[in-house]
């Protein structure tokens, strides 16, 4: 990971879920629980796939 860049992790129950990093899909938590970030403030909201 490049020296300007931090991360978060994500901890969660959820199996199946949608990770958005400052208004933008970033991934599923199904393949990546661990998000590189450049400094500074972000919003981040993990959304659970609604099942019909």
Known sequence: MDANFGSVKL???LKDASVY??????D?????????LRPGN??????ATQRA
């Open 28 to 36: 599923k938590i199904t393949k990546v629980k661990k998000f590189a």
């Open 11 to 13: 901890k969660t129950d």
């Open 42 to 47: 972000h919003d981040i909201e993990v959304h």
């Open 21 to 26: 990093v400052d208004g933008g899909f970033a």
